[in-house]
């Protein structure tokens, strides 16, 4: 039924509104090649990496993927992120994502927790050239969590304080955190914290785009 409807609404880009697909190859190129993160509470814990600031394109589709509805963008911003971790420094084969999580509400409106959405087409881009990563959802935010918009990173870290959960499941020792919108870094510096104090080592934290 979906490929029938493709044919009767032909995609358009969630960007630019061009048709044919739903990034269009002139916006996907807003993924560019890492830039580190160097501001905020990561500094000095781990090494932070956006592919985009988070501005025009970027912003655009990255809004249309998580408020709008448009799932099918998963695959064209897992194919970003493939694209680019083997740029990271000393990153070893075969690497294992951990998405950050989403509160539970905001990951029910979104059909899912969207960031492993994001990390699931990027294994899959590289299972289709003989490659290995995985995807190990074993974080989950508590209940109390407000939503972080207009929150300073004070406010974000009190947000989070206590309220990040690790679940029980297979995860190696060393993990890449990916997330979708570096802002003050407060969530993904609690997300490595609580990885670091159980074992699992943060090699580096990924996100398609930075604030600022």
């Known amino acids: 039924m979906s490929k029938i409807l493709d044919l009767l ?13 739903p990034c269009c190859a002139t916006c996907q190129a807003v993924w560019g090649s890492l830039s580190e993160i160097t501001r905020g509470p990561t500094a000095g814990l781990v090494p932070v990496y956006a592919l ?5 394109e970027a912003r655009r589709l990255i809004l249309a993927y998580k408020e709008r509805g448009r799932r099918d963008l998963a ?13 990271l420094p000393g990153e070893p084969r075969g690497p294992c994502l951990v998405p950050v999580p989403s509160r539970r509400h905001a990951s029910r409106v979104r059909g899912g927790p969207h960031v ?32 972080a918009v ?48 159980n074992g699992i080592h943060v090699s580096a ?4 785009a930075a604030t600022g």
Not at 52 to 56: E, I, P, T, V
Request: aromatic content about 0%; proline content about 4%; hydrophobic content about 45%.
């Open 9 to 21: 609404i032909p995609a358009r880009c969630a960007s630019c509104g061009v048709p044919g697909a």
């Open 116 to 147: 492993q959405r994001v990390a699931e087409e990027c294994a899959k881009v590289h299972a289709s050239k003989g490659k290995s990563v995985t995807v190990a959802p074993v974080l989950r935010l508590g209940a109390g969590v407000r939503d």
């Open 52 to 56: 985009a600031r988070y501005a025009d």
């Open 75 to 87: 695959p064209s911003l897992g194919r970003a992120v493939a694209d680019v971790l083997e740029q």
């Open 150 to 197: 207009g929150l300073t990173r004070a406010e974000r870290a009190a947000n989070l304080d206590g309220r990040i959960r690790l679940l029980r499941g297979d995860c190696p020792k060393e993990v890449v955190l990916l997330d979708d919108v570096i802002t003050t870094g407060a969530t993904v510096a609690a997300c490595a914290r609580l990885l670091g104090v």
């Open 205 to 208: 934290v990924v996100a398609l």
